[in-house]
């Protein structure tokens, strides 16, 4: 099963700056198992309106059936793992 994690964020946005670490160490870590998208609100506003993303940065943890939890905020990489693991990744 296909599991993707999208990362909805901005140049500008500082907090986005704080999670990005924690992205990379979590893809680092996890290789293959999921999918890394970024998602530039600024540059795919359809994408960002289709997920109705209002605030970011916003994390949303999808498989091929679902979205399976949605992140709001800095997000802790407990919580992502937890969220990966219930996807199926």
């Known amino acids: 099963m ?4 999208k990362d909805f964020y901005a140049d500008w946005c500082g907090p986005c ?7 990379e160490e979590l893809e680092e870590d996890w290789g293959d198992r999921f999918d890394l998208e970024k998602v530039n609100v600024d540059e795919q506003q359809d994408v960002a309106n289709e997920y109705q993303v209002r605030s970011i940065p916003t994390l949303i943890v999808e498989n091929e059936e679902e979205v399976v939890e949605r992140f709001v905020g800095v997000t802790q990489r407990d919580d992502l ?3 990966l693991e219930d996807a199926g990744a």
């Open 2 to 5: 296909s599991v993707t994690l």
């Open 17 to 23: 700056k704080t999670q990005d670490p924690i992205l």
């Open 81 to 83: 793992e937890s969220a």
